[in-house]
Every structure is written in C-alpha cells, then in structure tokens.
C-alpha cells in the first residue's frame, strides 16, 4: 500500500558511496505530506503527546513544534 505511513516514511534507496543497485533503508525528508490518514477538522480527533519525563534537553523545543504543526493542521484538542 503507497498511502501507508509506513511506505512513505520508508522506503528503498541506491547507497552513493557503494555504488548503484545496493539497496538500503532512508528516511523521507520532513514536512507535510499529501495525504493525511485523520480529518483534523473532525471534531472527534485528538492528539496526545506523552513523555517518560527525566532531562531531556530540547524536549520543550520538540513538543512545543508538535503542537504548533498540530494547531496548523487545525487539530484543536491537543492533550
């Protein structure tokens, strides 16, 4: 399946430093996506963000960019 998440944040590339037709794994660049697997303009959908707690620097940073993509999307209940 092409739309599954985990086709588009994965997928099969020529390694440059071994030559071509030597697969591996990568990851796609960040961003928004075409197609999104939730209507954010349901009132229904949610998103929750968990963490395990300890020091972690930057996690602020990370959550508060989280809630802010959420928000852009016009997900409005963000626990």
């Known amino acids: 399946d092409n739309l599954s998440w985990?086709?588009?944040a994965?997928?099969?590339g020529d390694r440059i430093d071994s030559g071509?037709?030597?697969p591996y794994?990568?990851?796609t660049?960040?961003?928004p996506r075409e197609?999104?697997?939730f209507d954010p303009h349901?009132?229904?959908s949610a998103a929750a963000i968990v963490s395990c707690g300890g020091i972690c620097p930057g996690l602020n940073c990370v959550?508060?960019?989280i809630v802010n993509m959420l928000w852009a999307y016009g997900v409005r209940k963000i626990y």
Do not use: N, Y
Request: charged share 30%; net charge positive; aromatic share 8%.
């Open 6 to 8: 985990t086709s588009q």
């Open 29 to 31: 660049r960040a961003g």
């Open 35 to 37: 197609t999104l697997h």
């Open 42 to 44: 349901d009132p229904a």
């Open 63 to 65: 959550i508060r960019e």
């Open 25 to 27: 794994f990568k990851m």
């Open 20 to 22: 071509k037709d030597v």
């Open 10 to 12: 994965m997928f099969l």
